[in-house]
T-cell receptor, first 112, second 110 residues
Framework: EAGVTQFPSHSVIEKGQTVTLRCDPI?????LYWYRRVMGKEIKFLLH????????ESGMPNNRFLAERTGGTYSTLKVQPAELEDSGVYFC??????????FGPGTRLTVL | GIQVEQSPPDLILQEGANSTLRCNFS?????LQWFHQNPWGQLINLFY???GTKQNGRLSATTVATERYSLLYISSSQTTDSGVYFC????????????FGAGTRLAVHP
C-alpha cells in the first residue's frame, strides 16, 4: 500500500510569487490534513478535509493560503502571494475515519 | 488550548543505553501518537496509543490518560534511533487535529 505522497519535495520561490503544493493521501482515506513547521517552531495544524469538505480550517494563517480537495482525492495548498515567513516544511497527513494519521515526506518551501 | 510538553528537550546516549521520553498534556485527549523524525525529515509513526501499553521491538509506549501523560521507552539504543521524537494529541470534544509537542532531540553515539 502506497503511503502519503507530496509534490514537490522542495520549492524555492521569490517573495510575491505563487506556489502550489500537492498531496496524495493513502487510498481510501477520507480524512486529509495539512500541517506546517516554520523555522524553529513546532509543527502546527493548518486544516482538515473530510472527503472534499473543509472540516476545520482554524489553523490557516491568512487568506493568502487556499486549500482545495476537488473530488475528495488529492489536495492542493496554494500560497499567493508568498511571504518570507511562509518558509518552512509543509506536511500532509491522512487517516481512515478519525484514527491514526500517517504523514507524507513534506514539502520544504523557501521564500527568498 | 491544550498544551503538550515533552521532556527532556535534548538527550545524548551511548549505543546500547536505555532511555525514557515523556509527554505531558494539559487536558483530556481522544488520541495520542508518537513519531520519529528521521534525518531526512520524514515523520515515522511509532505508536498510536490513546491509552494503555504497546510494544514494538526495542520500543514501547505507555499512556496514562487519567494522569495526562505518555512515556516512550527506547531500549538498547542504536545510532539509527537518532533524530527527533514527537508526541502529538487530538483534544477531546473537538475535531481531529493533532497538537504537537516541541519534540525530544536524541543523539545516539557509537
Amino acid at each position: 500500500e502506497a503511503g502519503v505522497t507530496q509534490f514537490p519535495s522542495h520549492s524555492v520561490i521569490e517573495k510575491g510569487q505563487t506556489v502550489t503544493l500537492r498531496c496524495d493521501p493513502i487510498s481510501g482515506h477520507d480524512n486529509l490534513y495539512w500541517y506546517r513547521r516554520v523555522m524553529g517552531k513546532e509543527i502546527k495544524f493548518l486544516l482538515h478535509f473530510v472527503k472534499e469538505s473543509k472540516q476545520d480550517e482554524s489553523g490557516m494563517p491568512n487568506n493568502r493560503f487556499l486549500a482545495e480537495r476537488t473530488g475528495g482525492t488529492y489536495s492542493t495548498l496554494k500560497v499567493q502571494p508568498a511571504e518570507l515567513e511562509d518558509s518552512g516544511v509543509y506536511f500532509c497527513a491522512s487517516s481512515h475515519s478519525t484514527g491514526e494519521q500517517f504523514f507524507g515526506p513534506g514539502t520544504r518551501l523557501t521564500v527568498l | 488550548g491544550i498544551q503538550v510538553e515533552q521532556s527532556p528537550p535534548d538527550l545524548i546516549l551511548q549505543e546500547g543505553a536505555n532511555s525514557t521520553l515523556r509527554c505531558n498534556f494539559s487536558d483530556s485527549v481522544n488520541n495520542l501518537q508518537w513519531f520519529h523524525q528521521n534525518p531526512w525529515g520524514q515523520l515515522i509513526n511509532l505508536f498510536y496509543i490513546p491509552s494503555g501499553t504497546k510494544q514494538n521491538g526495542r520500543l514501547s509506549a505507555t499512556t496514562v490518560a487519567t494522569e495526562r501523560y505518555s512515556l516512550l521507552y527506547i531500549s538498547s539504543s542504536q545510532t539509527t534511533d537518532s533524530g527527533v521524537y514527537f508526541c502529538a494529541v487530538t483534544p477531546s470534544g473537538g475535531y481531529n487535529k493533532l497538537i504537537f509537542g516541541a519534540g525530544t532531540r536524541l543523539a545516539v553515539h557509537p
